[in-house]
T-cell receptor, first 109, second 115 residues
Framework: QKEVEQNSGPLSVPEGAIASLNCTYSDRVSQSFFWYRQYSGKSPELIMSIYSNGDKEDGRFTAQLNKASQYVSLLIRDSQPSDSATYLCAALTGNQFYFGTGTSLTVIP | KAGVTQTPRYLIKTRGQQVTLSCSPISGHRSVSWYQQTPGQGLQFLFEYFSETQRNKGNFPGRFSGRQFSNSRSEMNVSTLELGDSALYLC??????????????FGPGTRLLVL
């Protein structure tokens, strides 16, 4: 069983809509979770981290963590074409980071 | 504060050669992790170094090796290159602890093409 799983997509949303990206993790002791954005040909860029149950908002981005369900999500409000990228979910377990395979998001103008 | 830097950015090698990639972490970061990413693939974890010691290792053959220096800079070496080694090699640094504030930041990557 993979440590971190994501739907590979692709996910398409119209411009201005809310994009919802989901991630599950297998290890209950994972202590922190991360969302990275990766444009084609570029390296991953950190968007947000979260380690407490509930929501964490940063601009148009909201990360949600539910430790009981072992579930992390990222909501992107007012999606823009520039949000089109692959989004990687990661979990920190002990001293090691585990990454999902990424979800490809396309925002259609 | 300067970010993670990687050199070289692009590299072309032929099968059978060896290659060394370099990574300088963010100042104060003691952990350096290396990943391989091929088209359509997720990040494949190679290994992680912390305080000059390999602390975690992925499932890659022994042709892939690394080391870390006392200033936390790290190098990754691939010997006897194969066509399948063509990939984007990413380095990421973090403080190296296990606290909830621990965060990993990526360098720009080295794109390796093996002919």
């Amino acid at each position: 069983q993979k440590e971190v799983e994501q739907n590979s997509g692709p996910l398409s949303v119209p411009e201005g809509a809310i994009a919802s990206l989901n991630c599950t993790y297998s290890d209950r002791v994972s202590q922190s979770f991360f969302w990275y954005r990766q444009y084609s040909g570029k390296s991953p860029e950190l968007i947000m981290s979260i380690y407490s149950n509930g929501d964490k908002e940063d601009g148009r981005f909201t990360a949600q963590l539910n430790k009981a369900s072992q579930y992390v999500s990222l909501l992107i409000r007012d999606s823009q074409p520039s949000d089109s990228a692959t989004y990687l979910c990661a979990a920190l377990t002990g001293n090691q980071f585990y990454f999902g395979t990424g979800t490809s998001l396309t925002v259609i103008p | 504060k300067a970010g993670v830097t990687q050199t070289p950015r692009y590299l072309i090698k032929t099968r059978g050669q060896q290659v060394t990639l370099s990574c300088s972490p963010i100042s104060g970061h003691r952990s350096v992790s290396w990943y391989q990413q091929t088209p359509g693939q997720g990040l494949q974890f190679l290994f992680e170094y912390f305080s000059e010691t390999q602390r975690n290792k992925g499932n890659f053959p022994g042709r892939f090796s690394g080391r870390q220096f006392s200033n936390s800079r790290s190098e990754m070496n691939v010997s006897t290159l194969e066509l399948g080694d063509s990939a984007l090699y990413l380095c990421a640094s973090s403080l190296g602890g296990a606290g909830v504030q621990e965060t990993q930041y990526f360098g720009p990557g080295t794109r390796l093409l093996v002919l």
